[in-house]
């Protein structure tokens, strides 16, 4: 069994690519706070422990993560590899997960961080129906939104204080992983700062 490991940063697109990459190669996506969620759900002994820091407002220890990570992989729909989205986040973490499965390609989706800022904090809603406008890409137009009551909506951390902070702690988490994956020939930079269908064309390339 091989694995992919996916990276991106807030506001990249990598839950869109996510989905198509695993549209094309039938790979399941793990996202390991999926994975507590329904350790925690099922009550599984694993989710039990996991629990009680969650509860306690504790990071959840590698160990019991690598734990989910066994169990998920045994699943049947695992059984030509998986989708790591946003896992490993430590060089720790992925010398144990090397241990229990074979990491073929790490995928990391870059788009400057200007970019990132711009794609966030121009994100609004309406309160009423929950459509997502942009104050650039998608404004909302002089028909509205289509809600007879449209409240405008935007989250109280998207903005550039907040996303500047995201950003700063994602690089500093990832820099010394993709330095350790690049020292192993399967690291792959993919720019995210195009059209969509470039990106996945680009990530399926790599993918081969």
């Given amino acids: 069994m091989s694995s992919i490991v996916l990276f991106g940063p807030p506001g990249a697109g990598k839950?869109?690519?996510?989905?198509?990459?695993?549209?094309?190669?039938?790979?399941?996506?793990?996202?390991?706070g999926d994975m507590l969620r329904a350790a925690v759900k099922a009550g599984t002994e694993t989710g039990i422990l996991a629990k009680t820091y969650m509860d306690?407002?504790?990071?959840?220890?590698?160990?019991v993560i690598i734990d989910l990570i066994k169990e998920r992989i045994t699943h049947?729909?695992?059984?030509?590899?998986?989708?790591?989205?946003?896992?490993?986040?430590?060089i720790p973490q992925a010398e144990?997960?090397?241990?229990?499965?074979?990491?073929?390609?790490?995928?990391?989706?870059?788009?400057p961080d200007e970019r990132i800022v711009e794609r966030i904090c121009g994100r609004y809603s309406?309160?009423?129906?929950?459509n997502v406008f942009h104050d650039i890409?998608?404004?909302?137009?002089?028909?509205?939104?289509?809600?007879d009551r449209f409240v405008e909506k935007r989250r109280a951390d998207d903005n550039e204080d907040t996303v500047l902070s995201r950003l700063g702690a994602y690089h500093d988490q990832t820099s010394p992983l993709a330095d350790w994956y690049e020292s192993a020939g399967i690291f792959h930079r993919i720019n995210g700062?195009?059209?969509?269908?470039?990106?996945?064309?680009?990530?399926?390339?790599?993918?081969?």
Avoid: W, Y
């Avoid at 306690?56 to 160990?63: C, H, K, M, N, S």
């Avoid at 049947?76 to 998986?82: E, L, S």
């Fill in 76 to 90: 049947p729909d695992a059984k030509n590899g998986v989708m790591f989205d946003g896992f490993p986040r430590t």
């Fill in 15 to 32: 839950g869109t690519q996510a989905e198509r990459i695993t549209q094309q190669t039938g790979l399941p996506q793990i996202s390991t």
């Fill in 126 to 130: 309406c309160a009423g129906c929950g």
């Fill in 96 to 111: 144990a997960l090397a241990d229990i499965t074979a990491v073929t390609h790490v995928i990391a989706i870059e788009v």
């Fill in 56 to 63: 306690a407002g504790q990071l959840v220890p590698d160990e």
């Fill in 193 to 208: 700062d195009r059209a969509i269908d470039d990106i996945t064309a680009d990530i399926l390339s790599a993918l081969q």
């Fill in 137 to 147: 890409f998608n404004p909302l137009g002089p028909d509205g939104c289509g809600c």
